[in-house]
Every structure is written in C-alpha cells, then in structure tokens.
C-alpha cells in the first residue's frame, strides 16, 4: 500500500497569513493527488484534483503543486472559513489512501 | 447538479450487519465509480473501496475484505455498503463520494453507532 505523510499535522495561523500544507508519498504517484477540506461535522469537500488543478467553484486562493512523492497545497491567504482539517489523497492505486490530516486553527 | 443523498443514522449491535444506502442524481450513474470512505470519531479519514455502478467491479481495503460488500442498483441510481459482524471499532461516520479524477462529490453522511 502507499503512505502518504502529512505535514504538519497542525498549524496555527492567523488571518491574512500564507500557509503551505505538504504530503509525502511513500512511492511515486505522478499526480494522481486530491485534496480535500473538512469542517466539524461536515463531509468533506473536494479542493483540488490531478494535484494541481482546482475543482469547479473553489476560490483560487487555493492551490496545489508537485508530482512523483512531495506535493503541497498552498492557501494564500487565511481567510476565517478556511480554518479546518485538510486531508491528501492519493488515487494513483488501490487502496486510496489518505494523509492523516492538518488541522489549521486560528491563532 | 450531482447530488449523493445517504440513508440514515443507524445503532446496531456487535455482531450484526449494517447497509448504508447512497442515492445518486444528476448524472449518469453508470458512468462514474462510488467510493465508500468512514471516519471515526475525531479521527482521519479512511478509505473502504470502491464500486463500478455500469458493472459488477469492485475493490476493497484488505482489512475489510470478507466483512464488506458493495453493490449497486441501476433501476433506482442507488449503491449500497454492507459490512458485517459490526465490532465497536466499525462505529463512523460513513462517507459515499463519485469519482471523477478523485473524488469530486460527496454524501452528507451516515453515523453508524455499534454499541450493546
């Protein structure tokens, strides 16, 4: 199976702050990479496909890079509604897993 | 629009079964794999498997395998996620979602609570 790792598994920030959020996978996944956003008590919510590219309806504060084993999603702003728990995922072979997530709180 | 709609909450005991139920719309059910992921209370996200609505494909995390069964129902867009001899452990929240380069669209989803 793939692990993917990620870090750090919190963060504390404050409004405005740009924030970076990595995963590492165990071997290479081209870019077969999601990330998704999740809210206590919600289902998650998908951010980002194919690594890089936004779902429809995500604001472009939001972005993603990498290929291979190391990927980031970047926030470029901090804005109140983006403080959540953010996971990875990768797709390139079953199982599909997931990073164990970053909680991103408000400092 | 794509919408997943969940069944409801469910208590079960240890030992019984349980069958969580996700209503697709808004697309062509057939076209699109429905993955199954849970989570545990205040913990990460985990993946379960996957099935193929147009066929009878299916694929399953090791850990689950002979407990879980996925399967689908073309005259009503319905999948279904079955797991079996439920142990305090099964006890989530259980997540549908429609793959479409990852996992696009999500269900609201569906706490199972295994308890005595």
């Given at each position: 199976?793939?692990?993917?790792?990620?870090?750090?598994?919190?963060?504390?920030?404050?409004?405005?702050?740009?924030?970076?959020?990595?995963?590492?996978?165990?071997?290479?996944?081209?870019?077969?990479?999601?990330?998704?956003?999740?809210?206590?008590?919600?289902?998650?919510?998908?951010?980002?496909?194919?690594?890089?590219?936004?779902?429809?309806?995500?604001?472009?504060?939001?972005?993603?890079?990498?290929?291979?084993?190391d990927f980031t999603l970047t926030i470029s702003s901090l804005?109140?509604?983006?403080?959540?728990?953010?996971?990875?995922?990768?797709?390139?072979?079953y199982p599909h897993t997931f990073g164990g997530g970053t909680?991103?709180?408000?400092? | 629009?794509?919408?997943?709609?969940?069944?409801?909450?469910?208590?079960?005991?240890?030992?019984?079964?349980?069958?969580?139920?996700?209503?697709?719309?808004?697309?062509?059910?057939?076209?699109?794999?429905?993955?199954?992921?849970?989570?545990?209370?205040?913990?990460?996200?985990?993946?379960m498997g996957v099935v193929n609505p147009g066929s009878h494909?299916?694929?399953?995390?090791?850990?689950?395998?002979?407990?879980?069964?996925?399967?689908?129902?073309?005259?009503?867009?319905?999948?279904?996620?079955?797991?079996?001899?439920?142990?305090?452990?099964?006890?989530?929240?259980?997540?549908?979602?429609?793959?479409?380069?990852?996992?696009?669209?999500?269900?609201?989803?569906?706490?199972?609570?295994?308890?005595?």
């Amino acid at each position: 199976d793939i692990q993917m790792t990620q870090s750090p598994s919190s963060l504390s920030a404050s409004v405005g702050d740009r924030v970076t959020i990595t995963c590492r996978a165990s071997q290479g996944i081209s870019n077969y990479l999601a990330w998704f956003q999740q809210k206590p008590g919600k289902a998650p919510k998908s951010l980002i496909y194919a690594a890089s590219n936004l779902q429809s309806g995500v604001p472009s504060k939001f972005s993603g890079s990498g290929s291979g084993t190391d990927f980031t999603l970047t926030i470029s702003s901090l804005q109140p509604e983006d403080f959540a728990t953010y996971y990875c995922q990768q797709y390139k072979s079953y199982p599909h897993t997931f990073g164990g997530g970053t909680k991103v709180e408000i400092k | 629009q794509v919408q997943l709609v969940q069944s409801g909450a469910e208590v079960r005991e240890p030992g019984a079964s349980v069958r969580v139920s996700c209503k697709a719309s808004g697309y062509t059910f057939t076209s699109y794999y429905i993955h199954w992921v849970r989570q545990a209370p205040g913990q990460g996200l985990e993946w379960m498997g996957v099935v193929n609505p147009g066929s009878h494909y299916t694929h399953y995390v090791e850990k689950l395998q002979g407990r879980v069964a996925m399967s689908r129902d073309t005259s009503t867009t319905t999948v279904h996620m079955e797991l079996n001899s439920l142990r305090s452990e099964d006890t989530a929240v259980y997540y549908c979602g429609r793959e479409n380069d990852g996992i696009t669209n999500w269900g609201q989803g569906t706490l199972v609570t295994v308890s005595s």
